[in-house]
């Protein structure tokens, strides 16, 4: 199988009309409905005109990247979307719910995602 390589440029116009395509297909809909896989696959094909293989590899390099850099760095940004940042939790006292004892969580690292302003701004 063939990879085409995609620059940059390419991959940051693919996730910036990810927004806009979600509130096409919402607003044809009238109801905040989830968009699938598939759906989004096939509208940002038409939107970008490469094939379903070619955003579907995309999208998987994106999270494969995304993953590696919050485990080595700590945050990956996707500028005007938001970022992925790993979170260190401290170990606390917690309660079990069907006895009311009292246990001990003990600390672990998270993923949290922080959606940037540009994000929040253009769907309020």
């Known amino acids: ?5 995609i620059n940059n440029t390419e991959s940051c116009a693919l996730l910036s009309n990810i927004a806009n395509i979600t509130k096409k297909v919402q607003a044809k809909t009238n109801f905040m409905a989830k968009m699938t896989k598939s759906q989004l696959l096939t509208a940002l094909s038409e939107k ?3 094939s379903k293989k070619d955003v579907d590899a ?3 390099e994106l999270a494969d ?5 919050v485990k080595t760095q700590g945050e990956f940004v996707v ?3 938001g970022k992925l940042v790993k979170v260190n939790r401290k170990a606390r006292m917690g309660r079990n719910p069907a006895t009311g004892e009292a246990i001990k969580i003990p600390a672990k690292t998270v993923t949290k995602f922080r959606l940037a302003k540009a994000a929040k701004e253009a769907v309020a």
């Open 1 to 5: 199988m063939e990879k085409r390589i």
């Open 65 to 69: 990247l995304a993953y590696k850099e």
């Open 48 to 50: 970008t005109e490469l």
């Open 58 to 60: 995309v999208l998987t």
């Open 79 to 81: 500028p005007g979307f």
